[in-house]
Each structure stands twice: as C-alpha cells, then as structure tokens.
C-alpha cells in the first residue's frame, strides 16, 4: 500500500540558511500534519492543514511556514535556519470521514543545521 | 486532548505476551484510544485503536477498561523486532484532530 512520501531524507543547511520539507500523503488522504522531533525527545506537532487550510497550529516557530497544494502534497519551508532545528522532520495523513480517520507518517527528514 | 500515562519502560522476553498499561482517567465520551509505536529514528507506525470495545488486528489486541480510564496494549508473541517506543494517544477520531505524543513506554525485548 501506498505510504506517505517525504523529501529529502536528510538536508544539511547551515546557520541562517532556508529549507524545504516536502510530504505527498497518502492518496485520497486530505489532511496532513508536521511533526518535529528533536534528539531524545517525543515528536512535537507543528501545524496541520485540511483541504489546503490551516486546520490547526502547534509550537511552530514564526521562522516555519507551511502550505498545502492543490494536489494535497505540502511543503515546510524553514527559515533563518538555527542550530536547535537539527531534528528528525515527520509529515503525516489521514483521511477525513465520519468512521475514523487513522493518521499514518512517513519516515522522516532529516534536517542536520551546521 | 485528554492526557495519558504509562510506565517509561518495560522488559519483555522474546515469545512472550507483552501487556502495556496506559491509563487515561480524563478520556471524553468521544475520544478514542490509540497505539502507536517507534521503532529508533523511523516514522510513528500506526498500531491499533478502539473507542470501548476490545479491538484485535494482526499486530496486537487492545483492552479497554468497562469505564474507559485505562487501556492495556497486548502484543501476543513479541520479537525483537518488537523493541520500541510505545504510545498510547487519546484523541477525537473524526475531522483533523492531530495526534498529541507524550512520553511513551520503552520496551526492550530480550532474546
């Protein structure tokens, strides 16, 4: 079955520079979320988007900005990039039905700030 | 969401059952209980979930208390494969409501 599809799998930026995260979910799949997990920790929400609209917004820096597309897939852009970004990047779907709305991941970025 | 808690880690022999408790006393009517787990550096893998009744799919069994405070997550024959972070998430199950991780049981599967 198809899974959730991330690029790149691992980015090295350094200081100050931008980055671009993107995820192509799950097909028919219209939601999808951003994790961040950093070293050690439990992954932390970032911000969900359903049909191309913010739906909700978690601990997201105001140096990250994210959009979905027409097509579903979306993008995490990161600027002014800092040493504490380094983390473990992890975009998830899910479905939006009346019966249960599983979310799945995908495997991650890796963003390594030097 | 409702919070839950759960032991931080646990030891399971290879073969055995593993049970792990997750108690969730302020879950709403609404609110389902998830299981997820993740495996070192690799996406959350989807488990099992279930609302009040006990669940069962090829990966595991969830039971769920008759008053829904607490959950046990049961995986029949565990492997090493096994060895993981676990959790276990309650959250509205329709519409876009994201999945809020707290810390989780680590469990290591000993041959």
């Known amino acids: 079955a198809a899974g959730v599809i991330q690029s790149p799998r691992h980015l090295i930026k350094e200081k ?3 980055a671009t995260l993107k995820c192509y979910p799950i097909p028919r799949h219209d939601t999808v979320y ?12 970032l911000i969900s988007f359903y049909e191309k609209m913010q ?3 978690g601990s997201i ?11 579903y897939h979306s993008e995490l852009n990161m600027s002014s990039l800092e040493l504490g ?10 479905p939006r039905t009346a019966s249960g709305n599983t979310i799945y991941f995908g495997e991650g970025s890796w963003l390594t700030v030097v | 969401d409702a919070k839950t808690t759960q032991p931080p880690s646990m030891d399971c022999a290879e073969g055995r059952a593993a049970n792990l408790p997750c108690n969730h006393s302020t879950i709403s009517g609404n609110e389902y209980v998830y299981w997820y787990r993740q495996i070192h550096s690799q996406g959350p893998q989807y488990i099992i979930h279930g609302l009040k009744n006990n ?3 090829e990966m ?3 039971i769920i208390t008759e008053d829904r405070k607490s959950s046990t997550l049961i995986l029949p024959h565990a492997t090493l494969r096994d060895t993981a972070v676990y959790y276990c998430i309650v959250r509205v199950a329709t519409g876009d409501y994201k999945l809020s991780f707290g810390a989780g049981t680590t469990v290591t ?3």
């Open chain 1, 55 to 57: 739906s909700d917004k």
């Open chain 1, 85 to 94: 970004d380094s983390a473990l990047y992890f975009c998830a779907s899910s």
């Open chain 1, 34 to 45: 951003w994790y961040q997990q950093g070293p050690g920790q439990d992954p932390q929400f």
């Open chain 1, 16 to 18: 100050r520079e931008t």
């Open chain 2, 60 to 62: 595991a069994s969830l």
């Open chain 2, 55 to 57: 669940e069962t799919n």
């Open chain 1, 61 to 71: 820096p105001d140096r990250f900005s994210a959009q979905q597309f027409s097509d």
């Open chain 2, 109 to 111: 599967v000993r041959a």
